[in-house]
Every structure is written in structure tokens, then in C-alpha cells.
């Protein structure tokens, strides 16, 4: 079981057989190779000090009393779509006074009220100007997020009536597989298993959303993540692999590859 992949155990089978031989199928090999690849995964948000999944969160921030840009409020984490911004006097900052900087690039690192404007960053009722202001929304790593982050991959064949159940049904011709985060409306879910018919998902609301009830219909979106955090992992998860039965891996050191990601443009790139 796979938590918040960045391959999935196909993908892994793909990646190490070699050309003209077949997929070879292995209940044990299979579970052991897929808490590798969550290993692999979680390595690579270490070394890259951010993650590559959606997460829904709300965070808290500081009023920016101590810096030379005060309408600048500077975010801790990667923001890749805010829904509600309030400010210290618990007063919504509407998306018409602010930018998200960069403007034109996935993630935010800022977000900055246009002025001039009589609103500014806030402190609260009390005075207090330490985690008064609140940014909630989609939290992660995508450099191509409008564009490639969420792609419908199937629609609903029926209601999900219930917050509880794990399973629904898809539409003929869907396109999800196991070991993918998808998104329904809000809600996020890590799916375990899919068929013909549809999928079961690990449990509702994942990732910091909310379960609901979703309609018949509605479109489901599967999280494509960025080509060169799935061959990473995929490198890490098969020098792992290998190195357990004794093999040198030999392929690239994946285990030392480093990314520097720009903070401007949200681009990465290997360094070494």
C-alpha cells in the first residue's frame, strides 16, 4: 500500500523488466517493492525539503510588521491554489487586492496585496500579531500546475452516497490505476485498487480534505506527478531494490541525485 506515490508498483515493473520479457506477478515480491517505492517517495521530499502531492491545509502566519514590504505576507510552504485568505481582524481577503507572486508560476511563495489599497496584513482583535492570519487551500509542488497537475481520467457511473465507503464505480473506459491520487470534487482520496468498474481508495478524505458525498457524473481527477520526480523514485526504488539481494545497482546513483528548485519560476533541475 502506497501512500501519496510518485510511482506506482506498474510503474516500477515497466521501468526494471527488460525489453521482449514478461511482467512477472509476486503477492510478496509486489508488497515489498511497493514499501520501497514509498520509501523511495519520502526520500525525495527529504532531500528535496517540499512535497510533490496535493495536500489540503489551512496554515497560519505571522503579520508582517517586521519587514521592508508589509503588504507581503511570505508563505512557509509551496501554495499552489489558495480558496480563502483572512487576515488578522478575521476579515476574508478577497482575491481582487491580492497576487500570488510569482504571478504567472506554480507554487506561490508570496502573497502580496496590490496597491495602493487602504487594506493591509493585519494583527487581530487583541493586538496580537503572531499565527492570526490564515491561508487556506492546495498545498505541494507542481511547476505546471494549471496546465498538468489534475487531468480527468473517468467520471462517476453512480452516486457516492456515503462520507465511509471506500469503493465506487466509474465510468466505462476510465482510465485510473492503482497507486494514484485523485481528486472528486474536494476530495481527496489515494486509491489501492481499481477495475474495470471502478476503484477502492485507502480511506475518504484524504490529504487534509473533507469526505463528502459527490454526485453521479462527476468528473474524477487523477494527480500526474512531474516526469522527473517519477524517474527519480523509480531510480531510488530500483538501486534499493537491487541492493537488497546483493546486486550493484547500475544505473544512475539516484540515491545522490540533488534538485535545486527556483523560488521564482518553480523550475527543477538536477544538479548533480
Not at 11 to 22: C, E, N
Not at 40 to 52: K, L, M
Not at 60 to 84: C, G, H, I, M
Amino acid at each position: 500500500m502506497i501512500i501519496n506515490p510518485y510511482a506506482s508498483l506498474e510503474d516500477f515493473k515497466s521501468h526494471t523488466t527488460p525489453r521482449g520479457q514478461t511482467v512477472v506477478v509476486d503477492v510478496l515480491d509486489d508488497r515489498l517493492v511497493s514499501d520501497i517505492l514509498d520509501e523511495a517517495a519520502r526520500q525525495v521530499d527529504s532531500e528535496c525539503h517540499r512535497t510533490f502531492y496535493p495536500r489540503y491545509e489551512t496554515r497560519w502566519f505571522d503579520v508582517p510588521v517586521y519587514q521592508n514590504s508589509p503588504r507581503t505576507l511570505f508563505l512557509d510552504d509551496d501554495l499552489l491554489e489558495a480558496v480563502k485568505v483572512t487576515n488578522g481582524d478575521t476579515n476574508e481577503v478577497l482575491p481582487a487586492v491580492y497576487n500570488l507572486k510569482p504571478k504567472n508560476y506554480s507554487p506561490h511563495y508570496a502573497i502580496q496585496i496590490i496597491g495602493p489599497t487602504s487594506i493591509f496584513w493585519i494583527f487581530n482583535g487583541i493586538g496580537n500579531i503572531e499565527k492570526v492570519i490564515s491561508v487556506e487551500g492546495w498545498w505541494g509542488f507542481h511547476n505546471r500546475y494549471g496546465q498538468r497537475a489534475w487531468t480527468v481520467c473517468g467520471t462517476l457511473a453512480a452516486a457516492i452516497t456515503t462520507t465511509t465507503s471506500l469503493s465506487f464505480t466509474l465510468s466505462a473506459g476510465h482510465t485510473l490505476k492503482a497507486d494514484s491520487i485523485v481528486k472528486i470534487d474536494a476530495e481527496i482520496m489515494n486509491i489501492s485498487a481499481t477495475n474495470l468498474g471502478g476503484a477502492t481508495a485507502i480511506q475518504r478524505g484524504d490529504n487534509g480534505s473533507t469526505a463528502a458525498t459527490h454526485l453521479i457524473s462527476v468528473p474524477v481527477y487523477v494527480w500526474n506527478v512531474q516526469p522527473e520526480i517519477r524517474l527519480n523514485t523509480l531510480q531510488r526504488a530500483e538501486k534499493i531494490y537491487q541492493e537488497r539481494l546483493g546486486v550493484t545497482y547500475g544505473g544512475n546513483n539516484a540515491a545522490k541525485t540533488k534538485y535545486e528548485v527556483n523560488d521564482i519560476t518553480g523550475f527543477i533541475k538536477v544538479i548533480s
